[in-house]
C-alpha cells in the first residue's frame, strides 16, 4: 500500500484495524495521530529494520521523538509512507496508557528543549576524546620506557581498559546523536571512534543498541535481555521451569554468571557477533575500520611481546574491559521488570526497565554518566552533560503521577544484578520442581 496523494480527506483508521498490520512485510504504526505504512521502507531505514518492526501495530509519536535529533528533517521521508489518520473518536494512544502522563512528558521535553538541554558542549566531548587518546599513549610509553616487564604490562593493561571503557562512551554519545547537530559527522565520528579505537563496528552497535532503547528489558526485542539459554532472567525463568527445559543448572547462574558474563561478554560475544554482522551485512568500512585497530595494535606491541604475547595482552585488556562493560551497563537494567511485550506508553516503559546510581564525579565519569539511566533513556538524543540538569524535572514527573523513581547506592545496585540473578533461578527451580 503506497502514500496517499492529493489534496482530499485522509482516510481514518481505528486501533484494531492498525493492530492487525504487525506481520512480516505488513506494518502499520502511529505518529502524532497520522498512520503510516512502513511495510517497504522498513528496509531502508537507517536503525534497520527491526527497529521500526518492534512499534508496528502502536503509536510511535514519542521513540520518533526519542531517536531523531531532527523530526522535522525525518519528516520528508514520512510522507510518501502516510496512507491516513486516526478516526477521530479513537485516543491518541491504544490501550490503557495514561493519556495525562504523556501529555506532561512532551511538555516536559519541550521544557528541556527551551533550557537547551540537547545542546552538546563540544569542548566537554573534545576533552573526553583527548583524554582517551592521552591514555592510549601513556600505556604505550609505560611499556617503552619501563619494558615489558610484569609491573607496566599490568599497568598499561588497566590503562588501556579504562580507555577502552571511556571509548564505549563516548561512541555511545555519538550513535545517540548527541554530539553534533548533523547526523552524519556524529556517524563518522563514531566510525572513527567505534572502529580505529575499540575494532568494533558502528553500525553493529548502532543496530542492537537502537532495539534496546526502543523495547527495553522485553524479550526478543531487546537483544541485552534475550540471553536464554545460558541465563534465565524475569518471566523466562517461570517458562523454561514449566517446560521443563534445563540446559544448565540455572539455579546457580548467579554463581556460573562470574565465569561467564563479566569475563567474556566483550571477548568472545561481542567479538563473534560483531564478526558475524559485517561479513553478513557487507559493512565492508567498518570492517576497514576493525582491521586498523588490530593492526595499530599489534604495531605498538608485538616489537614488546612478539605476535602471540600481544595477542595475550589483548585479550587481558578485554577480559578487564568486559567486566566494565558488564557492571556497568547492566546494574540499571538486570534488577528491573524483565518479560514479554506490554505496550506501555514511553515514559512508563523506559522506567519499568531503568534505574540510577547515585552520582559522584568519579561516577560520572567511570560510568559514562550512564548511573543516569532513566533520564538517558527517555531521552537518548540528549547530551551526558545535560542528565544532571534534566533529573529534577523527571524526578517531579514521576512524583506527579506515582511512578517510581529509583536511585541506588552503587554497591547496592552491583550487588542486586547478582540477587536478580538467584532469583530467577530460584523461580526457575520452583516451576522445574512443582509446576
Known amino acids: 500500500m503506497g502514500g496517499v496523494g492529493g489534496p482530499g480527506p485522509l482516510p481514518t483508521f481505528r486501533w484494531a484495524q492498525i493492530r492487525a498490520h504487525n506481520l512480516p512485510g505488513d506494518k502499520w504504526l502511529v505518529i502524532e495521530r497520522r498512520v503510516y505504512d512502513i511495510s517497504r521502507w522498513a528496509q531502508r531505514h537507517p536503525g534497520g529494520s527491526r527497529l521500526l518492526g518492534h512499534h508496528a501495530g502502536e503509536d510511535a509519536t514519542d521513540a520518533f521523538h526519542a531517536f531523531h535529533q531532527d523530526p522535522r528533517f525525518v519528516r520528508k521521508f514520512l510522507r510518501p509512507l502516510l496512507i491516513g489518520e486516526l478516526a477521530p473518536e479513537e485516543p491518541s494512544q491504544d490501550g490503557p496508557q495514561n493519556a495525562q502522563l504523556i501529555a506532561d512528558f512532551r511538555a516536559l521535553r519541550r521544557a528541556a528543549e527551551d533550557m537547551k538541554l540537547f545542546d552538546a558542549d563540544l569542548t566537554f566531548f573534545a576533552l573526553l576524546l583527548g583524554h582517551i587518546l592521552a591514555m592510549e599513549v601513556a600505556a604505550w610509553l609505560l611499556i617503552y620506557l619501563l619494558g615489558p616487564g610484569w609491573v607496566p604490562s599490568a599497568l598499561a593493561a588497566l590503562i588501556l581498559a579504562i580507555s577502552q571503557a571511556q571509548s564505549w562512551c563516548l561512541q555511545h554519545d555519538l ?234 547506592p552503587i554497591l547496592t545496585a552491583l550487588v542486586d544484578i547478582v540477587g536478580s540473578l538467584k532469583r530467577s533461578g530460584d523461580l526457575w527451580l520452583d516451576a522445574y520442581l512443582h509446576q
Open 175 to 408: 550513535g545517540h546523536s548527541s554530539v553534533f547537530r548533523k547526523s552524519r559527522w556524529n556517524h563518522m565520528a563514531q566510525q572513527f571512534v567505534m572502529g580505529q579505537l575499540k575494532g568494533f563496528s558502528a553500525h553493529w552497535w548502532n543496530f542492537r543498541h537502537s532495539q534496546h532503547h526502543a523495547k527495553p528489558n522485553v524479550f526478543h526485542k531487546d537483544p541485552d535481555v534475550t540471553v536464554a539459554p545460558v541465563f534465565l532472567l524475569g518471566e523466562s525463568s517461570v517458562e523454561y521451569g514449566r517446560k521443563k527445559l534445563r540446559y544448565l543448572p540455572y539455579n546457580h547462574q548467579h554463581l556460573y554468571f562470574f565465569l561467564l558474563g563479566p569475563p567474556l561478554l566483550t571477548l568472545v560475544n561481542f567479538e563473534v557477533e560483531n564478526l558475524a554482522y559485517m561479513l553478513v551485512c557487507l559493512q565492508w568500512a567498518d570492517l576497514l575500520w576493525a582491521a586498523s585497530f588490530y593492526t595499530r595494535f599489534l604495531l605498538c606491541y608485538a616489537p614488546f611481546y612478539g605476535v602471540h604475547g600481544a595477542l595475550v595482552f589483548f585479550v587481558v585488556i578485554r577480559v578487564l574491559e568486559s567486566h566494565w562493560f558488564v557492571w556497568i551497563t547492566q546494574m540499571n537494567h538486570i534488577p528491573k521488570d524483565i518479560g514479554h511485550e506490554k505496550r506501555r506508553d514511553w515514559p512508563s516503559s523506559q522506567l519499568a526497565a531503568t534505574c540510577n546510581v547515585e552520582q559522584s564525579s568519579f561516577l560520572n565519569w567511570f560510568s559514562g554518566h550512564l548511573n543516569f539511566q532513566i533520564e538517558h533513556h527517555l531521552f537518548p538524543t540528549m547530551p551526558r552533560h545535560s542528565y544532571c540538569k534534566v533529573a529534577p524535572l523527571v524526578r517531579a514527573l514521576c512524583a506527579r503521577h506515582g511512578l517510581h523513581y529509583e536511585v541506588k
